[in-house]
């Protein structure tokens, strides 16, 4: 008599040797999308200093063995989680748009940065980062590093190449950046602070993002700076 034994993948998944099939392992996307759920969740519940691999992987439904095949660490998966949600609001833009007029091109690249606000879950933590980042400095430097310095970079590199154009003038891409980055998207500390703030309307967050946009190219275009 042979003695079957069901054997698990690691992420809830069964297998048999006996051929039966359990379910479907699942896609790279679904599985790191998973993960970060996971890790929202276990945050905006219990703060910073609880969340282990150990929580995120149970919340995710998979073994902490699996999660540490993918992240060598919680650190490097704070980091993975923080770019993830930095390139669903601002990447570079695409080839088809560098065709566009330089406030269109502003438009696109800045687009989901003004129109997507931060989630509860997601402003929580936010809000354990604040509260422990001077105990976990290497994290609060990653959190920043793929964050807002991250967008920055990528519409200072838009702002250089439109100078090179001659489409603006700017001394410095880094700064005017900064400015722009400010000028369009809501600051976090208003729903951090504010017990009563509200998320912007589509509506007022469109008007907010066309002004912030003239007002910056009012600024800098060439004929805005007479000789």
């Not at 065709?99 to 696109?108: G, H, I, N, Q, S």
């Not at 154009?165 to 980055?181: F, K, N, P, Q, Y």
């Not at 017990?195 to 060439?222: C, K, N, V, W």
Request: proline share 6%; with cysteine; glycine share 6%.
């Amino acid at each position: 008599m042979v003695e079957r034994t069901d054997m698990t993948n690691g992420e809830g998944a069964t297998t048999a040797p006996s051929g039966r099939r359990g379910r479907p392992p699942l896609d790279p996307e679904t599985r790191e999308a998973r993960i970060f759920d996971a890790l929202e969740q276990v945050v905006s519940e219990d703060g910073l200093r609880m969340t282990t691999m150990s929580r995120i992987a149970r919340a995710a439904g998979m073994s902490k063995r699996t999660l540490y095949t993918l992240y060598v660490g919680r650190d490097a998966l704070f980091e993975a989680w923080v770019r993830r949600v930095r390139a669903s609001f601002v990447r570079p833009l695409p080839a088809e748009a560098r065709t566009l007029p330089l406030a269109e091109r502003l438009r696109v690249l800045l687009w989901h940065e003004a129109r997507h606000c931060l989630s509860d879950r997601r402003l929580a933590v936010l809000r354990a980062m604040i509260a422990e980042a001077p105990g976990h400095p290497d994290l609060a430097r990653a959190f920043c590093r793929e964050g807002f310095l991250a967008v920055r970079g990528i519409v200072a590199d838009e702002l250089r190449l439109a100078a090179q154009a001659g489409d603006i003038m700017i001394g410095d891409a880094d700064t005017a950046a900064t400015i722009l980055v400010d000028m369009v998207y809501q600051s976090p500390l208003d729903r951090l602070l504010n017990p009563d703030a509200t998320y912007p309307d589509t509506e007022h967050t469109d008007q907010r993002l066309s002004m912030a946009i003239a007002i910056f190219l009012q600024g800098t275009i060439p004929d805005a700076h007479p000789q």
